[in-house]
């Protein structure tokens, strides 16, 4: 599933090939995945267009288009992805941009169809819609709105940090590494959290999705890829997700594979010796 790093390098990797291109022609093949306009009146909309900038938002594309023509969002959610070659799966196409540019064809697919794309007119329309169902972004949370956020919820950390209304960007890959790195237990209670483990928190974000990114993301199955079709590196050097039984990069203990309360549905990975439920309390010696 895309996290923020996958869906930021499908941002770096369109900006060569999209930005400051003209849409020549646009072609929705799956209205289903459409929000709020059928394929003719999106097509009409955009099409002719320039593109003004590609950002990320959370796991969000967005598209700026110039002279006031608004916004593209597209949202690749579990399967979706932009190819700036031919895509293996031509069955999987949902969308394509044709540009006046070098690359002229940039393909969006989804295998399972979950994926959105949205038009909006301007800028405050698409903040609103974002920040309707999201907080602010991973990479840009202060420490003081993390540890306010936290504070407020009785559930287990790890699906705190995966929930997009509390902030944007983190799935279970990269929870399971981040709080490797804070060398917290993905089951403490998120509103228990101490000023230095909170520290750490906020510090191991950043450092954990920057290195991803670096990385060009995370692909473990034959679900995600780079605009040009290949693998993210993050898993060949990480230390926890995928890792189930292998000594811990820390300390040597083996890692647990596990499922926690709130996320049954998906593995969680850490060390037990590196991230204790109950850290030790530190008594007085004589
Ligand atoms: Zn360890």
Redesign the pocket.
């Known amino acids: 599933m895309p996290e923020l790093p996958e869906v930021e390098t499908m941002v770096r990797g369109l900006r060569p090939a999209l930005g400051g291109m003209t849409l020549r022609e646009v072609q929705v093949l799956d209205e289903f995945l459409l929000v709020d306009h059928t394929a003719r009146e999106f097509e009409r909309t955009v099409q002719g267009a320039m593109v003004d900038r590609i950002d990320r938002r959370g796991k969000w594309v967005v598209i700026a288009l110039g002279d006031r023509r608004g916004l593209i969002v597209i949202q690749p959610r579990m399967t979706g992805g932009f190819w700036l070659i031919p895509p293996d799966r031509p069955d999987h196409i949902r969308l394509i941009l044709r540009t006046d540019g070098p690359r002229e064809s940039i393909w969006f697919c989804d295998n399972r169809r979950l994926g959105k794309i949205a038009w909006y007119p301007g800028a405050e329309e698409a903040e609103l819609a974002f920040s309707r169902s999201h907080g602010p972004d991973a990479l840009e949370i202060s420490r003081a709105e993390l540890g306010a956020r936290l504070a407020r919820t009785a559930r287990g950390i790890k699906p705190t940090l995966m929930d997009q209304k509390v902030l944007a960007g983190i799935g279970n890959i990269y929870a399971d590494e981040i709080l490797?790195r804070a060398r917290i237990h993905p089951s403490r209670t998120a509103s228990t959290l101490s000023n230095g483990e909170l520290d750490r928190l906020h510090a191991s974000i950043p450092a954990v999705l920057s290195e991803a990114i670096a990385a060009e993301g995370s692909s473990f199955d034959a679900g995600y890829r780079t605009v040009l079709g290949l693998e993210g590196g993050f898993l060949t050097g990480n230390a926890m997700y995928g890792r189930g039984g292998q000594?811990?990069?820390?300390?040597?203990?083996a890692?647990e594979k596990t499922k926690i309360a709130g996320l049954i549905g998906r593995p969680t990975h850490f060390?037990?010796?590196?991230?204790p439920l109950d850290p030790p309390r530190r008594t007085k010696t004589r």
């Not at 060390?271 to 991230?275: I, K, P, S």
């Open positions: 490797f000594p811990c990069p820390n300390c040597g203990h890692i060390c037990a010796r590196c991230q």
